[in-house]
């Protein structure tokens, strides 16, 4: 009987801080995108037609490659 005097305000702070841990996890915004690792994962890294993938003539290639 002992146990559950200790027990049950221990499990009460325990849950306190995890309520509190939540409450500062959507604070800082941690599920603000729920779905955009899910898509991110499905596009093609090589597709030429995403903006971050647009080739330049600039320092992105190396300079000897165009010697062929």
Same mark, same amino acid.
């Given at each position: *009987?002992? /146990?559950?005097?200790?027990?049950?305000?221990? *499990?009460? /702070? &325990?849950? &306190? &801080?995890?309520?509190? &841990?939540?409450?500062?996890?959507?604070?800082?915004?941690?599920?603000?995108? *729920?779905?955009?690792?899910?898509?991110?994962?499905? *596009?093609?890294?090589d597709d030429?037609?995403?903006?971050?993938?647009?080739?330049?003539?600039?320092?992105?290639?190396?300079?000897d490659a165009?010697?062929?």
């Amino acid at each position: *009987m002992d /146990v559950i005097y200790a027990l049950i305000p221990s *499990m009460i /702070v &325990i849950g &306190i &801080i995890l309520v509190g &841990i939540l409450i500062w996890a959507v604070k800082r915004g941690q599920y603000e995108d *729920m779905e955009g690792d899910g898509n991110r994962i499905l *596009m093609d890294d090589d597709d030429p037609g995403l903006p971050g993938n647009q080739q330049k003539k600039d320092a992105r290639s190396w300079p000897d490659a165009e010697d062929d």
